[in-house]
């Protein structure tokens, strides 16, 4: 049967507005020609001349963080506890169970930048795309903010879903969903005029601290998520296993089976 895969991670890449510029990834080239001496060095005798063109290997040096790229958040990013006072997971604890499922997108990119998505507004889309939720979907969510990677407003961009919104997710049984944001969050631009304004600190990543209530994941920094229909297709989003780490990197992808 044919198999259909569309890419739904973004590249790693330096010089780009992927990130507050404090916590942008730095990636330094290694060419063939510059690692040439480094490769004569494990075998005496050895000259660059008689490598194939003079070349050794290409490599790359990585500054980065676990947050760079699309990555999986695992519940010790978001606190210490999870599930109402145990310790919470890092990545490499994460069921795999949980990274591969169908997938289910919501359509939020006509709500305004900084808008934290209602319980109500996740149902009534899911009404207006006629689909129930079942344990382990994978929500994913398609913002204003997908459009813009790499655009220097990317970071400020797209609605973010909040403490409701993900505890009605967690609810019915989503282990994973994810966004083509910076956060899973509103921007952090636009959670600051709320708290200049109330002093509440409960605003203050609550979408992240649901999982204090109920464990769960999510993907951030998503892609292509327009080019996906509401349902009808797997999400793997498989993390690369970081001992005791807050988050991994994914290839996330969407599969159909046409």
């Known amino acids: ?12 890449e330096a010089g780009i507005a992927s990130d507050p510029p404090a ?34 290997w290409a490599i790359e040096n990585l500054a980065i963080t676990t947050h760079n790229g699309t990555h999986l958040d695992a519940p010790y990013h978001f606190h210490s506890t999870m ?11 994460v069921p795999l169970e949980w990274c591969f499922g169908r997938g289910v997108k919501l359509d939020f990119r006509a709500l305004p930048d900084g808008h934290v998505v209602s319980a109500a507004e996740m149902q009534a889309e899911l009404d207006r795309i006629g689909v129930t939720l079942r344990p382990y979907d ?6 204003a903010a997908g459009a813009r990677y790499g655009q ?13 919104a993900t505890l009605f997710l967690t609810e019915r049984g989503v282990k994973v969903c994810g966004t083509d944001a910076w956060s899973w969050d509103a921007p952090f631009v636009h959670t600051a005029k709320r708290y200049a304004e109330t002093k509440d600190a409960g605003l203050i990543w609550e979408g992240h601290r ?8 999510h993907i951030e920094k ?36 046409d």
């Open 152 to 164: 220097p407003d990317y970071v400020s961009r797209g609605c973010g879903m909040g403490m409701e």
């Open 222 to 257: 998503l892609a292509n998520l327009d080019q996906l229909p509401p349902t009808g297709f797997q999400v793997a989003c498989f993390p690369f296993k970081i001992k005791g780490a807050s988050a991994g990197f994914t290839r996330a992808v969407a599969i159909f089976e």
């Open 1 to 12: 049967m044919p198999r259909r895969i569309i890419d739904l991670s973004v590249a790693l």
């Open 210 to 217: 649901a999982g204090m209530v109920r464990a769960y994941c």
């Open 83 to 93: 599930d109402g006072g145990k310790r919470a997971w890092t990545i490499d604890e």
């Open 23 to 56: 916590m942008n990834p730095q990636i330094g080239y290694v060419t063939h020609k510059e690692s040439a001496a480094d490769v004569v060095r494990y075998f005496p005798g050895l000259g660059v001349e008689d490598l194939p063109g003079g070349e050794g």
């Open 138 to 143: 994978i929500v994913v969510v398609n913002t």
